[in-house]
């Protein structure tokens, strides 16, 4: 057997959340022995990262020798880690554009993105026109739409975030449009912002406002054209604003890229996906 001298790789999942790059990517695959080795890199969405970071612990688990990174940043970022190799793979919450074509997308799971309020804001529903005059302005007091006196905290996502970009197609407005109080990047945030401010209005990954709500967070989910934001909705096709996650890759991936991305759209993650609140896919 080819020796391979002067290697050693840690165990364990490294989060660097807003750091452009923690560590370098490399790989390694022991042909000999068929053994994964080395250390994988993944990059971008905010959505896609805590989902990957879970496959990586279980992926890890069955591959000793391997370390999985995993670091946030947006799906932009996803996208220009993954053309530069600064990332192996990059993690995008939303389908590929025309001019990213060039990249390979692998989807691991769907989601959506729902509008929520404070658990204890009286309103309980908004139409589309409602929702657009809310962001640009024309409302701005929960009193105009049979709320309490109070003043509207609009709660934005940053440039180069999927869920802005799915938003703003979806209600078919422009990020100059928008009047916000209160500029966010991850999902995270969106949900401590509203959560901690009762007059608040933001819009999040359906997936992780329902696992926040799911342990005592308090923010609802409004409904959507009169369909419920629920991850059965997405699963059945019924609601409106769903989007796929993908890891996505300059190239066809080959060894330990390849076999990441096929764990990761494997059943062995399903109960993760679910765990999650995300709709697992069938291959």
């Not at 509008?115 to 204890?120: A, F, G, P, Q, V």
């Not at 009286?122 to 739409?145: A, E, F, H, R």
């Not at 390849?258 to 996906?273: L, M």
Request: net charge positive; hydrophobic share 35%; glycine share 8%.
């Amino acid at each position: 057997m080819k020796q391979l001298k002067n290697l050693t790789f840690t165990v364990g999942l490294t989060i660097c959340l807003g750091l452009q790059s923690c560590t370098q990517p490399s790989k390694i695959t022991d042909q000999a022995t068929d053994k994964l080795q080395g250390k994988l890199v993944l990059t971008g969405s905010s959505t896609v990262a805590p989902l990957a970071a879970e496959m990586g612990k279980l992926f890890e688990s069955q591959h000793p020798d391997v370390r999985v990174d995993v670091q946030t940043g947006g799906s932009s970022r996803g996208i220009a880690d993954a053309r530069t190799g600064v990332a192996n793979i990059g993690m995008v919450s939303r389908s590929l554009k025309e001019e990213e074509r060039d990249l390979q997308a692998f989807e691991i799971a769907r989601d959506g993105i729902g509008i929520i309020l404070h658990k204890e804001n009286p309103v309980k529903s908004l139409s589309n026109q409602q929702v657009i005059d809310i962001y640009t302005g024309k409302i701005n007091n929960w009193q105009q739409i049979t709320g309490k006196n109070a003043p509207i905290t609009v709660v934005n996502k940053a440039e180069g975030r999927s869920t802005l970009e799915l938003f703003l197609n979806y209600f078919q407005l422009k990020n100059s449009d928008i009047k916000a109080s209160v500029v966010i990047g991850d999902n995270q945030q969106g949900i401590k912002t509203v959560a901690g401010n009762p007059q608040s209005i933001g819009y999040v990954s359906i997936g992780t406002a329902e696992f926040s709500i799911n342990n005592g967070v308090p923010i609802k989910l409004l409904p959507l054209n009169g369909v419920t934001a629920t991850t059965e909705n997405i699963q059945n096709g019924t609601f409106p604003l769903s989007r796929p996650l993908n890891l996505v890759t300059k190239t066809q991936p080959q060894g330990l890229d390849q076999a990441f991305i096929e764990f990761a759209q494997s059943p062995q993650v399903h109960d993760i996906v679910k765990k999650q609140d995300f709709v697992p896919i069938s291959k």
